[in-house]
């Protein structure tokens, strides 16, 4: 009975050791996901990391630096939230003035400053569906279509 107690408490441990890590790694991986409205003056989110944010690069505040790899610029979105971004790392070559981005990565509430660790421009669609207004208002025909 007693080589049954051994194995049994063994078992026990390990499979406790198992939970703890399971538990510990899906926790620390979780991801935010707000548009800049959302997150604007949301104190319950400052800090945390795991914080992801879309919206669109405004024309005001915004200086880039290719070469050092750096960026401060505005974001908004259509619920009319506005902040400011920094960023040091890799500039995405469809980043600019006017672009959607997401970012990811940590947001002070007192300054109203989101510091960026990731950003992902969202690239502009080349494709329009058959028919649609193009933006210089000329409608695609079915030919123009095929020739592309």
Not at 13 to 28: D, R
Not at 36 to 53: A, I, M, P
Not at 86 to 101: Q, S
């Given at each position: 009975m007693k080589n049954y107690a051994k194995y049994i408490v063994a078992f026990a441990v390990v499979f406790a050791a198992l939970g703890y890590f399971i538990v510990s790694s899906v926790s620390g991986e979780k991801i935010y996901y707000k548009e800049v409205s959302e997150l604007v003056g949301d104190t319950t989110l400052e800090g945390k990391r795991?914080?992801?944010?879309?919206?669109?690069?405004?024309d005001t505040n915004f200086s880039m630096n290719k070469f050092e790899r750096t960026a401060t610029f505005d974001v908004t979105d259509?619920?009319?939230?506005v902040m400011t971004v920094t960023y040091n790392?890799?500039?995405?070559?469809?980043?600019?003035?006017g672009a959607e981005v997401v970012?990811?990565?940590?947001?002070?509430?007192?300054?109203?400053?989101?510091?960026?660790?990731?950003?992902?421009?969202?690239?502009?669609?080349?494709?329009?569906?058959?028919?649609e207004v193009h933006p210089d208002n000329v409608t695609k025909t079915p030919d123009d279509v095929a020739q592309n």
């Amino acid at each position: 009975m007693k080589n049954y107690a051994k194995y049994i408490v063994a078992f026990a441990v390990v499979f406790a050791a198992l939970g703890y890590f399971i538990v510990s790694s899906v926790s620390g991986e979780k991801i935010y996901y707000k548009e800049v409205s959302e997150l604007v003056g949301d104190t319950t989110l400052e800090g945390k990391r795991g914080l992801r944010v879309s919206g669109k690069v405004t024309d005001t505040n915004f200086s880039m630096n290719k070469f050092e790899r750096t960026a401060t610029f505005d974001v908004t979105d259509a619920g009319g939230g506005v902040m400011t971004v920094t960023y040091n790392g890799e500039i995405p070559d469809a980043f600019e003035e006017g672009a959607e981005v997401v970012l990811e990565g940590t947001y002070d509430v007192s300054q109203n400053l989101f510091t960026a660790k990731k950003l992902m421009a969202k690239c502009p669609s080349k494709y329009e569906a058959e028919g649609e207004v193009h933006p210089d208002n000329v409608t695609k025909t079915p030919d123009d279509v095929a020739q592309n």
